[in-house]
């Protein structure tokens, strides 16, 4: 920590950048400077600490949100859960070779952590954590009507996922999927419906702890949202496998459009009926309905 401080103090020192303009002249990224930008009311630039750490990092802006991120209370509190989740664009849009190639702006790392916590217990343990690094890819916008604002999406990738224990507790999967999106959207009342049907071939299964996941978590998912994008919406992903059909709704709404005019985040109900939500009980079918706060729904 005392690091990056030292290393925020000299930068903040060398680069006493107050516009857009400056940030050009001087060869910095004008996206770190915009946030950087002189307060009246403030007092000057730089009032915070993340402004100064921002103009470190050139590429922050290829960091985006990937799968919903949010911490929800289970009832019992045994069951409560949270996910946290970003993807990262490996070329720059805006660089020669993806002028040239505008496809090569659709490849992404991306991350996803689910952790299942028991608040219950006294010593507040995880129950299970699912680690999910992938490799992606997001297509741009595919018309699929004259003059329409909505479109086709194709979404395609690589996921590992291991819930990082050892021995007999130890799971883990990889996963090939192919998504497409298709994507509704009336401008005038910003009410959208999504649409993505996922195929997945699931491949080097721990032989040992979970060889017959598939059975469990099966090879197709659908998933629809509907809403309004800044009000009321409902998400719904459905999946079918041999052993049984599991379901998970999520319904949200964003605090600060009328209740709490400060707040930044989603209020968030969640109801599951689900096999191999996680992967530890992989076998067992999981009942639960949560409540608790989005950042990214």
Known sequence: MAARI?????????????????AIASGIPTDAVRSTAVDPEAGGPYEELDDLFRLAQPYLRNLSPHQPSY?????????????????????????????????VRGFY??????????????????????????????????????GARDG?????????ESNGKGGESSRSTNELYFAPVLVLFDPGSRIGL???????????????????????????ELSIMAGKADGLVLGTAIRTAERGTSVEANLSYPLGESWFESTQICLLVQ?????????????????AFRIGFAFVR
């Open 6 to 22: 030292v290393l925020l103090v000299i930068i903040a020192t060398a680069l006493p950048l107050k516009t857009v303009g400056e």
């Open 71 to 103: 911490f929800l209370f289970g009832t019992p509190l045994s069951d409560s859960k949270f996910q946290l989740s970003f993807k990262y664009r490996f070329f720059n849009s805006t660089a020669p070779l993806a002028r040239k190639h505008p496809w």
């Open 109 to 146: 790392f991306g991350y996803t952590q689910t952790s299942f916590w028991d608040l219950k217990s006294d010593s507040k343990p995880f129950e299970d954590t699912s680690y999910k690094p992938e490799v992606l890819y997001l297509s741009r916008k595919i018309p699929w009507r004259p």
């Open 152 to 160: 086709l999406f194709i979404r395609g990738g690589v996921l590992h």
């Open 194 to 220: 999504a649409v993505s049907p996922k195929i997945k071939y699931m491949f080097d299964n721990s032989k040992i702890s979970n060889p017959n996941l598939e059975d469990y978590r099966g090879i197709f």
């Open 271 to 287: 109801y599951e009926n689900a096999l191999a939500e996680n992967l530890l009980h992989y076998q067992e079918r999981i009942k």
